[in-house]
């Protein structure tokens, strides 16, 4: 794949899905604020633990993509140099 | 609340004779629950690797009697709601024709087989994630969140994104990004899924007492997660390529399908009657979630 397209993918990909769990996380700001005191930390727990590893997993995402290619370099001398 | 299923086994076959022993203790498994799980197992293998057909078969069976065991405990623990519930009251024990300890029995007795066959002709690390997955479904989702949360959905649905990790570790004895990706796929697939099941069983959960979004935040904010959470799988679907885990076949079919579920879950968020939308996103869902896992394999054999 092209890398400028690759990027494209990859930018256009990783800010559809922060701008995903950033609505959710609204939405999930409103909700919570209509539910008992008593369970409200629990509920944000629960909204804001896949946001921590959404987050975590698109860096790990990004290392992976901007990774350079590993180049592997053979160093079998050729014939010549073995006589020499 | 009731507790039913206290009924002998005899009073069971005179109450619906066409019902063999055979086929309640299948129907306790959830076979067609099943079916998905098995592909979102057995595909990973095909992706991570060449396993062999030995392998493959193992880990179908272990999946499916680790499945079926969750299951079954969960009819065990859900017995005094299944019987308020049309879709669920005519299951084993609400209907009658087993008795709840037996069931309870049945479901350990499989996950210990599961584990053991797993764990033995297979590897550890693939009846850890197994049993894993057993035990979040069995008490996260179902004794604790499904009663008390609205988001029991969201929590509880990475019980059903365990099985990519098992057919993954199975093949490689390992976890990676890739892997990370299939659970998050089945993860973030679950609230649009079920929520869109939700939205049209809302009578059925209220009497139930099963605190779902609809019910607890409204349709609006319902539909609003819905969408959103559609958007974030879409994106996820598509992130593989980008790390070269998957080509331009995958990628072409998680545009078109994701394409498809978005374009019916904002039907779904438009909709005054939302309810035809909502079965259709529900059906097609699970077509979703099947054809993207085989366009992995397919992609990843080219």
Redesign the interface.
């Known amino acids: 794949m092209p890398s400028l397209l690759a990027a494209a993918l990859l930018w256009g990909a990783v800010a559809a899905a922060l701008a995903g769990q950033v609505m959710i996380l609204r939405s999930s700001r409103r909700v919570i604020g209509r539910t008992p005191g008593a369970r409200r930390p629990i509920e944000w727990l629960f909204a804001i633990g896949p946001a921590v590893v959404l987050v975590v997993v698109l860096i790990l995402t990004w290392h992976a993509a901007t990774r350079p290619p590993v180049l592997r370099m053979d160093v079998l001398p050729v014939a010549g140099e073995l006589r020499s | 609340m009731s507790a039913p299923g206290h009924g002998s086994l005899a009073a069971a076959g005179a109450a619906k004779p066409s019902r063999t022993l055979a086929q309640d203790l299948v129907s306790l498994t959830k076979p067609r629950i099943i079916s998905l799980l098995l592909l979102t197992t057995i595909a990973p293998m095909y992706v991570a690797g060449d396993p062999g057909l030995g392998t493959v078969l193992l880990v179908a069976l272990g999946g499916y009697l680790m499945a079926g065991g969750a299951n079954a405990v969960n009819m065990y623990l859900d017995r005094d709601i299944d019987h308020v519930m049309a879709r669920t009251r005519l299951r084993p024990i609400p209907s009658g024709r087993m008795q709840a300890r037996f069931v309870i029995a049945f479901g350990v007795l499989l996950a210990t087989a599961a584990t053991w066959l797993l764990a033995a002709l297979v590897n550890v690390l693939t009846a850890a994630l197994a049993l894993a997955g057993f035990y979040f479904y069995v008490f996260v989702y179902t004794r604790w969140l499904k009663r008390?949360?609205?988001?029991n959905i969201?929590?509880g649905g990475a019980a059903g994104a365990f099985p990519p990790l098992v057919g993954w570790a199975a093949v490689t004895g390992r976890l990676d990004?890739t892997a990370?990706?299939l659970f998050?796929i089945i993860?973030y697939w679950t609230p649009p899924h079920f929520w869109a099941l939700a939205l049209n069983k809302q009578v059925d959960y209220g009497n139930a007492h099963v605190p779902m979004a609809p019910l607890?935040?409204g349709e609006r904010?319902t539909k609003?997660?819905m969408w959103?959470?559609t958007?974030?799988l879409?994106?996820?679907t598509?992130?593989p390529?980008?790390?070269g885990a998957f080509g331009?076949v995958y990628?072409v079919s998680a545009l078109v399908l994701g394409g498809v579920l978005l374009a019916g879950v904002w039907r779904v968020r438009v909709a005054a009657d939302f309810a035809k939308p909502a079965w259709w996103v529900y059906g097609y869902s699970l077509l979703y979630l099947a054809l993207l896992f085989v366009a992995m394999v397919v992609d990843a054999q080219l």
Request: charged residues 5%; hydrophobic residues 65%; glycine residues 0%.
């Open positions: 008390t949360s609205p988001q969201v929590i990004l990370l990706y998050l993860f607890v935040w904010e609003d997660q959103w959470y958007v974030l879409v994106a996820l598509v992130l390529v980008t790390f331009l990628l």
